[in-house]
């Protein structure tokens, strides 16, 4: 079975920094795309990073270049978000999320609504 994992939220003041971990099982990445997504309340849940395997490029929400930084850990079957610069309206549930299994050549939108499973959030509340 697919599952994922969302961990490392937590309450931080703005101008602060967290790493969200995804501990992943089931798949691996040569052959998924995970990536992490978001929703605040009111708003629709946004994909934020995505990665499409172990050669692509990874995706990344004009909103969140060159503060979040998504990367994985293949020994972990582990994938994380760095976030740096919290700003408040950063305040969201944070998801991580799969979508495959998908070809070798595949590049996910990295949209929610294509995304195939999904792990239960992890709060994220930055106070300014």
């Known amino acids: 079975d697919v599952q994922l994992q969302a961990s490392g939220g937590g309450l931080v003041q703005a101008g602060g920094s967290l790493r969200l971990s995804c501990a992943v099982s089931?798949?691996?990445?040569?052959?998924?795309?995970i990536g992490w997504f978001r929703q605040a309340p009111g708003k629709e849940r946004e994909g934020l990073s995505c990665i499409s395997g172990t050669d692509s490029p990874a995706y990344y929400a004009d909103s969140v270049k060159g503060r979040f930084t998504i990367s994985a850990d293949n020994a972990k079957n582990t994938v994380y978000l760095q976030i740096n610069s919290l700003e408040p309206e950063d305040t969201a549930v944070y998801y991580c999320?799969?979508?495959?299994?998908?070809?070798?050549?595949?590049?996910?939108?990295?949209?929610?609504?294509?995304?195939?499973?999904w792990g239960k959030g992890t709060q994220v509340t930055v106070s300014s």
């Open positions: 999320a799969a979508e495959g299994p998908n070809s070798r050549d595949f590049y996910t939108t990295c949209s929610p609504f294509v995304m195939d499973y």
């Open positions: 089931g798949f691996t990445f040569d052959n998924y795309a």
